[in-house]
């Protein structure tokens, strides 16, 4: 069962354009929604988080946005670098079950110079 | 300081073997979190420890096992390998139990099964 839907799989944008991510849930018990950024041969690293009680959170030229009436949220990245190039993966978590996210299938994003 | 230490970094199984991987949280972090991610996909939550005790399990067979020790390093451990086990095996650690935040994943255990 795949709770939060993640698209596009793959995107591509010029140095300086602006990278959106979207991701969808189906649980509504979720209360935490981090994106995260995966370079070739790490481990994912917290790119930047927001709770459903704000419609915006920003941190430089990362930005989430986040709809909880449509159960959606997205991630801008605003003049895009090639060294953003990466795999982007959101995610979700609900208290009760304490520390388990479900993670979306990952969007590989290439920035051409 | 150090991040989430993973041992080893690659492993090659034959098929019906057993395995264990290793992990060290980052220091004082008392809660390890174990995820399985398979190429082109997600990570996929395995177990939770917090303070030596299982506190959270994911849809995995019992072949499965984990356990956190007193330092609270951990090892996961998977019995009877099958092909589909092939994956990217991430460990992480955080301060706290709950609600996700202030992970921090290690770069994992790339584990192939031939």
């Known amino acids: 069962q795949q709770q939060v839907k993640q698209s596009p799989q793959s995107l591509i944008v010029q140095k300086g354009g602006i990278s959106i991510i979207n991701c969808a849930y189906e649980?509504?018990?979720?209360?935490?929604f981090p994106w995260y950024q995966q370079f070739p041969g790490k481990g994912p690293a917290l790119l930047i988080a927001i709770r459903p009680d704000v419609s915006e959170k920003k941190e430089g030229r990362f930005t989430i946005s986040f709809n909880k009436s449509a159960k959606q949220f997205s991630l801008h990245i605003m003049d895009s670098q090639p060294g953003d190039s990466a795999t982007y993966f959101c995610?979700?978590?609900?208290?009760?079950?304490?520390?388990?996210?479900?993670f979306g299938e990952g969007t590989q994003l290439t920035v051409n110079p | 300081d150090a991040g989430v230490t993973q041992s080893p970094t690659h492993l090659i199984k034959t098929r019906g073997q057993h395995v264990t991987l290793r992990c060290s949280p980052i220091s004082g972090h008392k809660s390890v979190s174990w995820y399985q991610q398979v190429l082109g996909q997600g990570p996929q939550f395995i177990f939770q420890y917090y303070e030596k005790e299982e506190r959270g399990r994911g849809n995995f067979p019992d072949r499965f096992s984990a356990r956190q020790f007193p330092n609270y390093s951990s090892e996961l451990n998977v019995n009877a390998l099958l092909l589909g086990d092939s994956a990217l095996y991430l460990c992480?650690?955080?301060?706290?139990?709950?609600?996700?935040?202030?992970?921090?994943f290690g770069s994992g255990t790339r584990l192939t099964v031939v």
């Open positions: 649980n509504t018990a979720f209360d935490y």
């Open positions: 995610a979700a978590s609900m208290g009760h079950s304490g520390s388990r996210l479900t």
């Open positions: 992480a650690s955080s301060a706290r139990q709950g609600k996700g935040y202030g992970y921090t």
